[in-house]
């Protein structure tokens, strides 16, 4: 409780406009003070002007040497923000940190990225730290509204039949609904992929976690709320702790083949033990964001949490830019962390201008997930939005009713849950399975792949503007589909100096040893030859374009020479992608021009074109003799453009 002291310090702070006189202008949240008269300890952020750092561009350059090597791999892949490294990398001004330290009962959490460090303080101590000349603001730590599974129930698993064929077992139809197996069979299982989970905790004795063909493979963990690096049930917490996190981690780590296979089984995972069920303030904002470093600096691909933060906070709030936990998800995806995140249970309405969405679904690039049946529908439980700024959420959607996962209570058992914190790991595990296939996805490029190609969009070519269904049940097959590379082949060709002597397009479209046969003809003391060869783009706007042509040139006087365009639309003309000496033998040659692919492709039409030329080069006297005999003759067998939508 506050004394008469605080409560007249409390009205000062009021006339002052939230700022203590004489304590260097710093901003305290009216919700500190709210909070310590009903509470005897609060915790609160406190945030810093500076890193008290001399040289930023050295510092800069010195992260390159002590950062995650695995890290610093994904932010050259996918980093979307100047450079490999800024500010926000570096660490914290530890005098800084060393006096806070003294002022408070104990620091909770530090945060690079906010520049800021977590702790628990009282009335008394308050003061003290305002007077800092390095703290630039203090605010409240929000609470979790954790996102309890509803209607927990033990699976029959009598009901599954001992070698019927069925990989997937029980949890077939829910992947099923997010067309997640044909990913799968097509090798894009979370191999090689990092997935980092936020959650309460994670028991991991699950007969489906120890499959001697496919364990689970946890790469780095840690508990936040004991400080510690065990995420597993620990002598002192509630029964109940692990509860939440363990069905989350089933449903993508599980694997029991003909029982149960989780969604991304052979991914690895960085587990964060972030949310205490049990606190008497539930202060875990600052958690997530030390779990969402945490997964970022161990080198994590995908983050999914099933939490959301509202407490002391309003709808006004969810603009994308104010929740700490908001600002943390914006800083993990533009380091190429793919996240996403429960939209909460909090239902919906048709009512459009109504949201009850909470931190961090608001957040610019995250997927915020939302929950339907394995038919399809959307759940009742299943939050609406839109953001504060008017962009729809959710994003997308799941199954996230009755789904099924491992039971945390019994290490043989399987049981089903509801809840938007069920739907997100799945979706969590098909972005996983899609990033498999091409690690460069970026944030943005994996967000239209799946939005673009999700229910409700490829039925109404928009979102739903209802703000329940957002984009729709994700297609994981079509996702993919859209992000790999699709070969189109040469549909005509037009030779404009020389002549055929055998084939057509046939033998361009298809790579077979069958040649169409180009000779010279003798123009301006040179033995010509020219080619044009047009296709139709799969893209109107390719994110990225390869030429591929299979060719030979028999050179018997001389050496042949080569040149390969493409066709500037933007321009009107064509421009040079390579030069080379042709070759004798059969030889593939594939060139990825640099700039923006979508130059090569005409607009409405979608029509690309090359043209390859030929020439040779030769002495005099051999000019006198071309009636004789021709010094080269050419032949191609396929001619292809590699486009990625």
Known sequence: MLNAFYKTLLIVFILTGG??????????????????????????????????????????????????PRAIARRIKRRTS????????????????????????????????????????????????ARLPFVRSIQIVRRSKGIEPL?????????????????????????????LPPVHQQGYTGNGIIIGVLDTGFKRTHVAFAHPDNPLNVIAEYDFINDDSNTAPE?????????????????MAAYQPETYVGAAYEAAFILCKTEDITGEYQGEEDFFVAGLEFIESNGGDVATSSLTYLDWYTQADM????????????????????????????GHDSDPTTSRLGAPADAFKVFSVGSVNIFGEVSGFS?????????????????GESTVTISSSDDNEYTTASGTSLSAPLAAAAIASVLQSDETLAVDSMRDAFLFNSSYYVANGTYDPLHVQGYGVIDSLAALNSVQPITAVADAYSISIGTSSAGGIVELAESDDQYLVLDPEFLAFRYQLEITVDATSPSSAPSGLEFSYESRAF???GTVDQEIELFNYDSGQFETVDTRLASAADTVVSLTPGGDPARFVQAGTDAMRARISYENSLPFWVFSTQNLYLPYRASADHIFWTITP
Not at 39 to 44: E, F, G
Not at 84 to 106: H, N
Not at 108 to 113: C, K, L, Q, T, Y
């Open 19 to 68: 700022s203590f006189i004489g304590a260097h202008d710093v901003h305290i949240d009216q919700q500190v003070y709210s909070a310590l008269e009903s509470n005897p300890t609060v915790p609160v952020w406190i945030f810093l002007k500076d890193k008290n750092i001399k040289d930023q561009n050295l510092a800069l350059e010195q992260l390159k040497n002590t950062y995650n």
């Open 82 to 129: 100047p450079g490999l490294f800024d500010e926000r990398d570096l660490p914290l001004a530890e005098s800084y940190v060393a006096t806070i330290a003294k002022r408070v009962q104990r620091i909770r959490v530090r945060s690079r990225w906010l520049n800021a460090v977590s702790a628990n303080i009282t009335a008394d101590q308050l003061e003290s730290i």
């Open 151 to 179: 209607d927990e129930r033990k699976f029959n698993t009598g009901n599954i039949i001992s070698g019927s064929g069925n990989f997937y077992g029980l949890s077939y139809e829910q992947l099923q609904t997010i067309n």
């Open 235 to 251: 002598s002192g917490d509630d029964s109940s702790q692990h509860r939440h996190g363990t069905l989350i981690l089933g449903t």
């Open 319 to 346: 603009d994308g830019q104010t929740a700490v936990t908001t600002i943390g998800v914006n800083t993990a995806t533009d380091n190429g962390v793919h996240c996403c995140t429960s939209v909460g249970n909090g």
């Open 383 to 399: 939050t609406d939005g839109p953001t504060a700024d008017g962009r729809t959420k959710p994003e997308v959607l799941a199954v």
């Open 555 to 557: 050179n018997f006087v």
